[in-house]
């Protein structure tokens, strides 16, 4: 399989980039031809492992350029895209920091529902755990399906899982600057059982429906009715997790009155119907 390269980052304290790191990268590069860089995991502020091992960039962008893929772990994807190498692909990552990947990486597409994305030699997985999925498939790229499936029996791993969206929290984006509309997130917030319409959205903050539209999208990546859908769902998520009220009163609860569209809307954003998420999270 040729050499596995991995662990050009360090996972604690990102700082990697120093000249033991930088003797060791030069070592490898001269000595190797990787099939396989493996990016993982960050933690804390985003900025501080970009800026100490941008200087990596060119070694991993040479290295894809002669054959070698590259894969990212969960938050590793900033680094990825801190290459340019994502700029044609799609990608994804934990589902926390979407909104923070967004803003620094505007160009590139983020699908934050998926749990691995796998195009052209590049790889990216969802949050935390999400990782092994990413190993698997990668060990099954490299070997085959069988030992794939030994793997995740010898580890109790889940291979079956499709989504991360069961496990994201919607808190909406409001690290933007535009205060008509975090007004109306806000307004939205509080008032998510009425019927709210676009005009009344619009006018309340004074503008037009076509400007508060784009203004809306822009500032938080969700169009007003996905927005209104999220609130609605994340508030349904929490009360089915108490086990308290059956379905259709959480329904009722967060303002739907027909039992498929909620069916329908809640799968949507949970990839999980009403049902099986409070079986799954009743505490």
């Known amino acids: 399989m040729g050499e596995l390269i991995h662990n050009l980052y360090d996972h604690d304290d990102h700082t990697c980039y120093n000249e033991q790191a930088t003797h060791l990268i030069k070592s490898i590069a001269e000595k ?41 772990l969960c938050l590793g994807a900033f680094i990825l895209a801190s290459t340019g190498l994502l700029k044609k692909y ?40 999400l990782y092994w999925n990413l190993l698997l498939h990668l060990i099954e790229k490299y070997t085959d399906k069988e030992t794939a499936i030994w793997v995740a029996k010898y580890f109790a791993l889940d291979i079956s899982r499709n989504s991360q969206a069961p496990f994201a929290i919607f808190n909406g984006q409001k690290e933007h600057t535009d205060q008509e509309v975090l007004n109306t997130q806000e307004y939205i917030e509080a008032n998510y059982k009425d019927k709210l319409t676009m005009e009344e959205l619009a006018d309340r903050v004074f503008l037009g429906r076509r400007t508060f539209e784009r203004r809306f999208r822009n500032a938080t990546h969700n169009t007003i009715l996905e927005y209104l859908q999220r609130v609605k769902i994340e508030v349904a998520k929490k009360s089915l997790e108490t086990g308290r009220k059956s379905i259709t009163d959480v329904m009722y609860d967060v303002g739907y009155a027909n039992i498929n569209a909620f069916r329908k809307v809640f799968r949507m954003y949970t990839g999980m119907s009403p049902l099986e998420y409070k079986e799954k999270y009743t505490r």
């Open 32 to 72: 190797y031809s990787p099939d396989l860089i493996i990016i993982p995991s960050l933690s804390g502020d985003m900025i501080t492992p970009m800026s100490l091992n941008i200087n990596f960039n060119p070694w991993l962008i040479s290295m894809y350029k002669q054959g070698a893929e590259v894969a990212s």
């Open 90 to 129: 799609s990608c994804s990552t934990h589902w926390l920091y979407a909104n923070e990947f967004r803003a620094f990486f505007p160009g590139v597409e983020l699908n934050p529902d998926e749990i691995i994305t796998d195009h052209n030699g590049i790889y990216t997985s969802g949050g935390s755990t």
